[in-house]
Nanobody
């Protein structure tokens, strides 16, 4: 069974950068897409970025132009490069591998905390 493990979170100042990693124990190409979600305290979980099996990317309006999702298929790893970070980016970031089945077979990582504060 494929497992997802996130890393790279931490505390940064506004305007700083972080690079999150999502390492899979199997091929990331077994998923329809690889996605990043985030959830802040008291707020609904929101989709941040996605990359399809074919390499097409999409972003939430709130992060477009600042965040970049990418992958290394040989390393079975998905990345989220976050630049020009703002305090409102503070959240727990989760990696998800999407598979058909209305979420039943989707795979989630444990999450990594990102805190943007001065």
């Amino acid at each position: 069974q494929v497992q997802l493990v996130e890393s790279g979170g931490g505390l940064v100042q506004p305007g700083g950068s972080l690079r999150l990693s999502c390492a899979a124990s199997g091929s990331i190409l077994s998923f329809n897409s690889m996605d990043w979600y985030r959830q802040a305290p008291g707020k609904q979980r929101e989709a941040v970025a996605t990359i399809t099996k074919g390499g097409i990317t999409d972003y939430a309006d709130s992060v477009k132009g600042r965040f970049t999702i990418s992958r290394d298929n040989a390393k079975n790893t998905v990345y989220l490069q976050m630049n020009s970070l703002k305090p409102e980016d503070t959240a727990v970031y989760h990696c998800k591998g999407d598979r058909a089945g209305w979420g039943r077979y989707d795979l989630w990582g444990q999450g990594t905390q990102v805190t943007v504060s001065s």
